[in-house]
């Protein structure tokens, strides 16, 4: 299944890491200290995560949904080993 998971939320978060990140490396290049750079890192892991887990639950309520009403059996292994690779 092909769906895109493109929504303004997710651009919108995105866009805040993308940014994040920016003034993360700022940060580095000025010598800022550590363990505030580590907790800008901390901050913009989370969002990340929480970027997947959005894509993740859409994919689960989208595209393997789809599949199963279409009869596509390998719809359920198709998520099973993304899911795998997710939780690693």
Do not use: W
């Not at 970027?51 to 689960?60: A, G």
């Amino acid at each position: 299944m092909s769906h895109s998971h493109y929504s303004k939320s997710l651009d919108t978060r995105l866009a805040t890491v993308e940014g994040s990140i920016a003034a993360i490396r700022r940060m580095m290049a000025d010598g800022r200290p550590c363990e505030e750079i580590l907790l800008q890192l901390k901050a913009a892991e989370s969002s990340i995560s929480k970027i997947s887990k959005l894509v993740l639950k859409d994919h689960f309520e989208l595209c393997v949904k789809e599949g199963i009403e279409n009869g596509d059996e390998s719809a359920i292994e198709s998520f099973s080993n993304i899911l795998e690779k997710y939780v690693k």
